[in-house]
């Protein structure tokens, strides 16, 4: 459990300060990985243009932000983990 919810935190901070891990997508537009990051890409790629923006990243944090302090603590990064996973199970 906590090795997922790290992998969600380092997604985020990955999609925050650069396009690095997802190299291949700014290469071939609307590229997407499958699986739980495959979902969280297509879900805030909001303009469906292959990348997200700060300001779609930032849709992100503030969905996860549940009591909107401006922070997100383990159990609001838990709860978009558990949300996660219900939206990729529920597509198979």
């Not at 690095?20 to 700014?26: I, N, Q, R, T």
């Not at 739980?36 to 969905?63: A, H, M, P, T, W």
């Not at 909107?68 to 383990?74: A, E, I, S, T, W």
Request: aromatic share 14%.
């Amino acid at each position: 459990m906590k090795k997922l919810i790290n992998s969600i935190v380092i997604l985020c901070l990955c999609l925050a300060f650069g396009s690095m891990a997802f190299g291949e997508a700014k290469k071939k537009k609307k590229t997407y990985l499958g699986g739980q990051k495959g979902v969280f890409f297509k879900k805030y790629d909001l303009n469906n243009d292959g990348k997200i923006s700060k300001q779609e990243y930032l849709s992100v944090f503030n969905s996860m932000d549940l009591d909107k302090d401006g922070n997100l603590d383990f159990y609001e990064i838990d709860q978009y983990y558990k949300k996660m996973q219900k939206e990729l199970y529920d597509k198979k």
